[in-house]
């Protein structure tokens, strides 16, 4: 079986849709919320040695890039959170159309963003 389609494998040239960016947002963002359980179980485990367990946990979520990292996983949930809500909520055949899909796109996208902001502002 032989296929005639053509293959455009350049992906910085490819201009994805809204909708496909919030997609590849949303599997993005699990990927790192599943990639952080051990990292967090490896602290919390850490913090419980005792006082000086706990200030060593402390210590690295108080360093700079524990604090980067706090913040993108508090972007991650915020994303896959509002990003799960719309694709239940198209499921359920509503928001299917391309204006309304494209509104609540940019609505998760803009929420997400917003809300780390937001959130986060106490990190730093």
């Known amino acids: 079986m032989t296929d005639h389609r053509p293959v455009f494998l350049d992906l910085w040239r ?6 496909g960016l919030v997609s590849i947002l949303h599997r993005v963002s699990g990927v790192l919320m599943v990639f952080a359980i051990p990292v967090f179980t490896l602290l919390f485990a850490l913090a419980l040695e005792g006082p000086d367990g706990f200030g ?8 700079p890039l524990g604090k980067l990292g706090l913040l993108i996983l508090g972007w991650a949930m915020l994303h896959h959170f509002f990003s799960g809500l719309r694709y239940l909520v198209i499921d359920l055949g509503i928001g ?3 204006p309304v899909a494209r509104r609540t796109a940019w ?3 803009s929420t997400g963003l917003a809300l780390t902001v937001i959130g986060g502002g106490w990190l730093l």
């Not at 060593?56 to 360093?63: F, G, L, N, P």
């Open 107 to 109: 609505g998760v996208l």
């Open 56 to 63: 060593s946990a402390a210590a690295i979520v108080a360093h």
């Open 14 to 19: 490819i201009r994805l849709p809204i909708s």
């Open 96 to 98: 299917v159309d391309k």
